[in-house]
């Protein structure tokens, strides 16, 4: 055979090698990175004839784990302490992901949720003290309570941004119309929080374990703290209730050690017996005769640490509310009442539709203000 034609025969048989070489390389992933996914699954899960997957065999050991393409929804508490548990993909097939279906799995570090999912329940991933990302689908219609309750570790969520029913902004989830604060990411950065003007209400565990936060502003559209709103949000030092808020629910600020001042503008109605539970006992009221009226966040020191240190009879007269029985709340102990910036303060309420709007936002009196800063 003549040299020419051997070279083009040897270079033939070197591209077959490289070819398969390849081809098993591709092979020897898939085994590595899909199998665990599709054909490992299936023999640890119970799976109705609904297409639901009940139970997972929690013992199992295994590190990855896919769910079948036959399953519908994956049941309430169904992975829930599933300790060996590290990567996880959910199929487009799955719409309902149930009440604590992953609840303290607490070695997840990676999921993947395809588009098909529309339905979260109360306390999915909570608990995931591993878990650092995640991505949520267009197709999600419903994101329960305390999805990300306590994930520590979780720093970036991020939502498809043509999901009709929410999105998230600096780390914070809310509803498309910003009425509703869903939820805080716990692993969010940042020190402080002033909320939107435009939120309503908060859902309770929204601030569950925020260990970086130590301000928030509440809204001056919130008229209730609702139950474990703030409950183990380990950081947190400040917050300002406006005179909008008139109740502060059970457990609302559960277990907040570090929590030293609340602000409240208006006369709070019902506090629950629990909604301190936990907290500092050297925790101060503010009172709007010591609060700066320039400070932009909390004070030095301020207040004391049970009522007012004025009579009842002198605050109402500043703030322009009547006295009275009516500054008792309903469980017996002193309401928390102040107005940390004052409502006569020297500030100019927000004309929201003026481009050329710079400045702080306050919320005084149950309006926004803002104090010019220039550009």
């Not at 989830?173 to 309503?200: A, C, D, H, W």
């Not at 004309?351 to 309006?367: A, C, E, Q, R, W």
């Amino acid at each position: 055979m003549p040299q020419k034609h051997k070279n083009k025969l040897l270079n033939f048989y070197k591209l077959l090698g490289l070819i398969s070489c390849g081809l098993i390389a591709i092979i020897a992933l898939t085994i590595v990175f899909v199998r665990p996914f599709n054909a490992h699954a299936g023999s640890s899960m119970e799976i109705n004839g609904n297409g639901v997957l009940v139970r997972y065999n929690t013992r199992d050991g295994a590190t990855e784990v896919g769910i079948p393409q036959n399953v519908r929804a994956i049941g309430d508490q169904a992975f829930m302490g599933a300790k060996n548990l590290e990567r996880l993909y959910i199929t487009g097939n799955v719409e309902i992901i149930g009440d604590k279906a992953f609840y303290g799995c607490d070695h997840l570090r990676e999921v993947i949720i395809d588009e098909g999912t529309r339905d979260i329940k109360d306390s999915t991933f909570a608990m995931c003290t591993s878990m650092s990302k995640i991505n949520l689908p267009r197709s999600l219609k419903n994101l329960g309570n305390g999805v990300f309750a306590g994930d520590t570790s979780l720093y970036l969520v991020t939502i498809d941004s043509l999901n009709t029913d929410y999105f998230i902004n600096d780390n914070v989830i809310y509803n498309r119309n910003s009425t509703k604060l869903v939820e805080v990411i716990p692993g969010r950065q940042g020190e402080s929080y002033e909320m939107p003007f435009t939120v309503k209400s908060i859902s309770p565990y929204a601030f569950w374990g925020a260990e970086n936060l130590k301000s928030v502003r509440v809204s001056n559209q919130v008229t209730s703290i609702t139950p474990f709103a703030f409950t183990n949000a380990t950081g947190l030092e400040y917050v300002y209730l406006p005179n909008s808020v008139k109740s502060i629910q059970e457990y609302a600020f559960r277990d907040c050690k570090r929590l030293k001042t609340i602000a409240a503008e208006g006369k709070i109605n019902y506090i629950a017996d629990s909604a301190f539970s936990g907290v500092s006992e050297k925790m101060e009221y503010l009172d709007s005769a010591v609060y700066d009226s320039d400070n932009t966040g909390p004070p030095s020191s301020a207040g004391k640490e049970t009522g007012n240190s004025k009579s009842d009879t002198e605050s109402d007269e500043e703030d322009g509310s009547s006295g009275g029985d009516d500054n008792n709340v309903s469980n017996g102990g002193e309401v928390v009442f102040s107005t940390p910036w004052g409502t006569r303060a020297p500030y100019k309420e927000i004309d929201t539709s003026d481009p050329n709007l710079y400045g702080t936002g306050k919320i005084v009196g149950g309006k926004t203000y803002i104090i010019p800063t220039g550009k």
